[in-house]
């Protein structure tokens, strides 16, 4: 039994924290978590952590931003009432796959089609528009050419004025009186068209093009994440088998990244019967390091496929975007990944790998979150097993996925949290040879 220690678990996988507690030998804590009828989240923890060493359990996937809210309150919650140190665990980090921007092949930010298809004549890396600086040409470019153009809008609202003729004026809140059309045209003509066209409002308004090379950002959710938790109170994190291990640079605090390989890696040696004579195949090429490390340690064979997730034929949506480097052919196949969400990835992989010859398709995933209709996916594909991890709650996949098979966790995590409160090393738990 652990003494001085903790543990409360979310609402996401009550099941994982009880198997924790179960190793820990100790009870979960009392805690309330509920919502009020508005459905802001509600948490009361019941018990005294007044210098404890606290673990809270909470995982991504199901409702994924009501148990991130859920785990920001309680660390929070932990750290006003005096706990001495608080850990978030969570087996599947949620937004992990939203740590930076999405950059395409050549290096730069994605943007929207519109953008990205124009003719790239003239493109540079620069940003448009530049900042502006002393005795730099001004015309046609962001602030500049706004201040500019309020600058002859007003002159001509002075001559017309002297003129007699009517002015449209902005109320208070910076909006043309005017109709919408005419309020956006005015809005348009400052910033982006020249005042003189003679284009009517409507087509201006549908026309409406961004500058070229304005750059539609994507939020950088993981490192918004990152954020809340330390500024919740978290002292260290501790987690599974990260979708860009490199995501740990957005802490300034701890963050351990324990690996699900040896987990898979023992599934393969205990039941694919000559498992040797398998191939081990990464479905994308993001995961190929991950599935290499399994293949050369166990000295099997290795495959990739070429993954490309916009398919370029609408008449060949399976198969079209996706490409077999290496050979399967009358043999079993070992997918590796390290997360399943819709499972478009897996079953399409599957269904490539059978179509070049293999005989049997395993899919091993670290991550099983398996959201909207993967299960049925997975029931109608040409995978003949799927062995994920119970890092998100499995008990409802498995009633309805036949061809699932679970993995525990929880005692990969109860070593990390018996370790870490005893200070000591935890780098066993990362060694996967
Ligand atoms: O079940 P699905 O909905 O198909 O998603 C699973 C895939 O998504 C992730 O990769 P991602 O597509 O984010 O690309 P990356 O590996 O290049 O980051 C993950 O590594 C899987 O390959």
């Given amino acids: 039994m652990v003494r001085n220690i903790v543990v409360i678990g979310g609402n996401s996988h009550p099941q994982l924290t009880q198997t924790i507690c179960g190793v820990l030998g100790i009870p979960p804590a009392d805690v309330l978590l509920s919502k009020f009828a508005v459905g802001e989240t509600r948490v009361e923890i019941q018990e005294s952590v007044r210098e404890k060493d606290v673990y809270i359990i909470q995982s991504g996937g199901g409702k994924v931003n009501d148990h991130l809210l859920e785990l920001l309150i309680t660390i929070s919650a932990c750290k006003t009432a005096s706990a001495r140190r608080v850990t978030a665990v969570l087996p599947l980090f949620p937004y992990s796959r939203q740590s930076d921007i999405p950059y395409d092949k050549a290096g730069a930010p994605l943007v929207k089609s519109s953008v990205r298809d124009r003719p790239s004549n003239g493109y540079t890396f620069e940003s448009t528009p530049p900042t502006p600086g002393p005795g730099m040409k001004t015309e046609g470019l962001g602030l500049m050419n706004g201040m500019e153009n309020l600058q002859k809008s007003l002159a001509k609202a002075q001559i017309e004025e002297s003129n007699g003729s009517p002015v449209k004026r902005r109320p208070a809140n910076g909006l043309p009186r005017s109709d919408t059309a005419d309020s956006l045209k005015s809005l348009t003509n400052g910033v982006h068209e020249d005042s003189s066209s003679n284009v009517s409002n409507s087509s201006k308004i549908n026309s409406f093009q961004p500058r070229p090379g304005y750059k539609q950002w994507v939020a950088q959710a993981g490192t918004l994440v990152a954020d809340l938790l330390t500024c919740a109170g978290a002292d260290h994190i501790i987690t599974m088998d990260l979708h860009d291990p490199q995501y740990q640079g957005y802490f300034d605090i701890p963050v351990d990244n324990l690996y699900g390989r040896p987990l898979l890696k023992s599934y393969i040696q205990r039941n694919i019967p000559d498992y040797k004579q398998a191939v081990v195949v990464s479905p994308d090429a993001g995961g190929a390091k991950r599935a290499t490390a399994i ?139």
């Avoid at 052919?329 to 997360?339: F, K, N, S």
């Avoid at 209709?373 to 409802?396: F, W």
């Fill in 295 to 433: 293949a050369d340690s166990m000295g099997m064979e290795f495959a990739l496929i070429h993954k490309e997730r916009r398919p370029t034929k609408i008449t060949d949506r399976q198969n079209a975007t996706m490409m077999l480097v290496g050979d399967v052919r009358d043999r079993t196949a070992i997918l590796i990944d390290d997360l399943a969400d819709t499972s478009n990835t897996i079953t399409r992989a599957a269904k490539l790998l059978k179509k070049e010859g293999a005989s049997k398709v395993y899919a091993l995933v670290t991550h099983g979150i398996l959201s909207g209709d993967a299960i049925e996916r997975i029931n109608a594909s040409a995978l003949d097993k799927v062995v994920v991890t119970n890092s998100v709650d499995q008990s409802e996949h498995l009633r309805r996925c036949p061809k699932l098979e679970v993995l525990e966790v929880g005692h990969v995590f109860a070593e990390a949290i018996r370790r870490v409160h005893h200070g000591e090393s935890i780098s066993v738990l990362f060694q996967y040879d």
